[in-house]
């Protein structure tokens, strides 16, 4: 197995090339040079099986010979064991024919953990056979940096460096970031959004001195291994509804672009997903790129479910690598004028696309309030701010084809909102339970790259 950059201008990878290089050196994003397709059969075999064996069948044709069979199926086994659910992903109904898929039973509360704990047992594995030292430094809107510090703290040969807004993510959240005892974690809350945040890691990247220099590596969703693990539980939950005799609709609370994009993928490979609907916050730039088939970039506005404040939404350039019958040149010029111009338009062809297979909706902060309180109602279900946005749009698209919804995180992470909307403090699971007596440690930085890459060289020659 190939993959190929987003802009074609990069040289193919193995997987594990891909998953150690992160972004490519062209700016794009590493894809697959073909998408596999699991048969009927294969599909139907999953019915009852576990979670880890679901995972194997649906990640093991991508994997290529980066691990042995045993190898990967251990690594699978490894990443999941401290999930605190059997089911790993376990389905609650909400209504006669609304799902709710709870992605929040990790180590970190969020579905974040379901790619970063096993990209920790691949990156380990990798680094183990390779001898190398590297260097990890990722942007979060709050959940991406807890998992990534929680997967690779304590190691030995990785250093985590962690870019997050400052005064933008949950307090939770960013205890989660701050208050790890492991010298090897490095959280630094940057001025700006996320977006700025994400741009700044992209710059680092293209930077092939500092990236050489330092090892950089990527565990954003820019890392494909990130959005495989994530196809997963598309599988898992859509077989326990009937798949694949029986379509399911899915709705994902979205941001990067990376979850809803790991949906496509199962849908490629097979599985009869019928409607796959993006939900977005009032940073609707997802949303309204379907309507008029421009991208055009505003500024970023503060949420309740603020994982999901994103504008410049990376993985979408996957999406367009797509609709573009893969022409990555097209691609190029499109983040091209994203970048220097704040927007681009989408050609008649490539939108038709993007619409036949994606819906989408918004969901205002009211909304998601009156969501939260109303499904405590309907379902006795506690959802966190994203996971209400994902339901306030479903319903909306509700039909004879089952619906799940994603629920990205758990209500404990954004006990303000959860509190305002019900009445109610979500406590926090018992491994979590002294989170705001644990002293912080955190590193005011500025936008600004050359400060920062002064800061990572600094820190990594200690
Ligand atoms: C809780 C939560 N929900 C939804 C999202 C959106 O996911 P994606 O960025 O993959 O679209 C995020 C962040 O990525 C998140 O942390
Ligand atoms: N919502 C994310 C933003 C980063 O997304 P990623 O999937 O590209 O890592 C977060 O919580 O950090």
């Known amino acids: 197995m190939k993959y ?16 150690m290089t992160g972004l490519a050196r062209d700016g794009g994003l590493y894809v697959p040079a073909v998408i596999p397709t699991l048969s009927v059969d ?23 010979d980066t691990f042995t069979d045993d190898e990967f199926r251990g690594l699978i ?33 969020a579905f974040k953990d379901f ?45 985590v460096f962690i870019l997050f807004p400052h005064g933008r993510v949950s307090e939770v959240q960013r205890r989660q970031m701050t208050t790890p005892v492991e010298t090897n974690v490095h959280a630094l809350a940057m001025d700006g959004d996320f977006d700025d945040c994400q741009a700044v890691l992209k710059d680092m990247f293209n930077d092939f001195d500092f990236r050489d220099g330092v090892n950089l590596a990527g565990v954003n969703s820019i890392n494909w291994g990130r959005v495989l693990a994530q196809v ?52 609707d730039i997802l949303h309204r790129t379907l309507q008029t088939g421009a991208q055009v970039k505003e500024g970023v506005t503060p949420s309740i479910s603020p994982s999901m404040d994103i504008q410049v939404s990376s993985n979408f350039e996957r999406a367009l690598f797509e609709a573009y019958g893969r022409d990555g040149d097209v691609v190029a010029a499109q983040m091209d004028a994203l970048k220097d111009n704040g927007s681009f338009s989408i050609s008649q062809g490539a939108i038709d696309m993007l619409r036949d297979t994606f819906a989408s909706g918004r ?15 309907r379902s006795g279900e506690l959802l966190c701010p994203h996971s209400a946005v994902g339901v306030t749009v479903a319903d909306r698209f509700q039909s004879a084809t089952p ?47 050359a400060a920062l890459q002064t800061l990572i060289k600094e820190r990594i020659a200690k």
């Open 4 to 19: 190929v950059s987003t802009r074609s201008g990069a040289p193919e990878l193995s997987f594990e090339q891909a998953m």
């Open 42 to 64: 294969q599909m139907a075999a999953m019915a009852g099986q576990s979670y880890e064996d679901i995972a194997y069948t649906v990640m093991r044709p991508f994997i290529g």
């Open 77 to 109: 086994d490894a990443a999941y064991a401290e999930f605190n659910h059997a089911a790993r992903a376990p389905l609650k109904q909400l209504d006669s024919n609304h799902f709710l898929l709870e992605l929040f039973h990790g180590p970190t509360l």
């Open 115 to 159: 790619a970063m704990q096993l990209i920790g047992q691949m990156f380990q594995a990798s680094l183990t056979r390779s001898g190398k030292r590297i260097t990890i430094v990722g942007a979060t809107s709050g959940d991406t940096g807890s998992a990534a510090i929680e997967a690779f703290r304590g190691l030995e040969n990785v250093d």
């Open 232 to 283: 997963v539980y598309f599988f898992s939950s859509a077989v326990s509804l009937g798949a694949p005799h029986r379509p399911v609709s899915f709705t994902v609370p979205t941001g990067n672009f990376g979850d809803i994009f790991a949906g496509y993928i199962a849908k490629r490979m097979g599985l009869p997903i019928d409607q796959l609907v993006i939900a977005t916050n009032q940073n």
């Open 363 to 377: 969901s205002s902060e009211a909304e998601t309030y009156a969501t939260i309180t109303y499904e405590l109602v």
């Open 403 to 449: 619906m799940i919804t994603l629920a990205t995180a758990h209500p404990a992470k954004f006990p303000a909102a959860v509190e305002k909307a019900t009445g109610q403090h979500p406590p926090l699971p018992p491994h979590m339970a002294d989170l705001y007596e644990r002293s912080e440690r955190v590193t005011r930085v500025p936008n600004d790259l």
